[in-house]
């Protein structure tokens, strides 16, 4: 455990700072709410424009004349951009930029196989990416009760567990994109071209029906917050391939690092 407290302690800002500026966006969109609930019809005749349907997806189905509806929309819209700035940007880093600083001989001085290190690491990215739901959940419920509305809270925490299973895969995939190529840039370009390219893919989708079939590739199609809202259940089936994409690419990522030459 000495890597993963070393590296709890080394990225406690950077950990805990991207979560508290996705929960801010809760008390924001609370101050808005009751001017916002006033005007919503003449909004949801903007939705129907395709732009709005390309740039949101199911999400656009949410009922924003309800704080629930109104709620998911923009918490889990800027939610879906974090998502893919920190997935392509952190996991992707956790090996490369010792490469590029060239301080990987500290990292084989460690008394512990490469790919524990490498895991402990992960790790660190898998527990600080639990401040999302346990924050945004906290603010969620103060601010609810502040407006006097109400949302199901279980819907939430489902809607939240898939956000943190999604952090996990698609994480999976930049972290095996590091230990490919073992560079920085070369390794973001990869991570950014496989995340966006899952986001580009699932957005076209959405809007050209023709290419409807092509969503069961891309991870963004499984455990989506507006799919879970409609259901009112966590989709089992969806927890299952995102999580088996993930333990894959993750497993994939521990062998390669372990396995390949690395200079010094």
């Not at 005749?45 to 395709?50: A, G, S, V």
């Not at 809007?207 to 991870?219: G, H, R």
Request: charge should be neutral.
């Amino acid at each position: 455990m000495r890597v993963f407290l070393k590296n709890m302690h080394k990225s406690w800002f950077s950990g805990i700072a991207t979560p508290l500026a996705v929960t801010i966006f809760v008390p924001l969109i609370t101050a808005i709410w009751p001017e916002f609930k006033t005007q919503a019809s003449s909004f949801m005749e903007l939705l129907k424009n395709p732009i709005y349907k390309a740039m949101l997806g199911d999400l656009i189905n949410a009922d924003i004349g309800t704080w629930q509806g109104f709620f998911y929309m923009y918490i889990f819209m800027w939610m879906q951009l974090v998502l893919l700035f920190v997935t392509i940007f952190v996991p992707a880093r956790l090996i490369t930029n010792e490469v590029d600083k060239r301080t990987l001989d500290i990292t084989l001085s460690y008394p512990i196989p490469r790919w524990r290190y490498l895991l402990e690491k992960f790790c660190v990215y898998l527990a600080y990416n639990l401040l999302y739901p346990a924050l945004i959940y906290s603010a969620t419920y103060l601010s609810t009760n502040a407006l006097g509305e109400t949302i199901d809270y279980t819907i939430l925490n489902y809607s939240l567990i898939g956000v943190w299973f999604l952090f996990f895969a698609l994480g999976a995939i930049s972290l095996l994109c590091g230990a490919v190529f073992l560079e920085g840039s070369r390794a973001l370009a990869a991570s950014g071209a496989l995340i966006i390219g899952q986001y580009i893919l699932v957005r076209f989708a959405d809007v050209v029906e023709s290419l409807n079939y092509l969503k069961k590739y891309t991870l963004f199609n499984y455990l989506d917050p507006a799919a879970i809202l409609d259901l009112g259940r966590l989709p089992m089936d969806e927890l299952l391939v995102v999580a088996g994409v993930g333990v894959v690419a993750l497993l994939a990522a521990l062998y390669v690092f372990q396995k390949r030459e690395l200079a010094i």
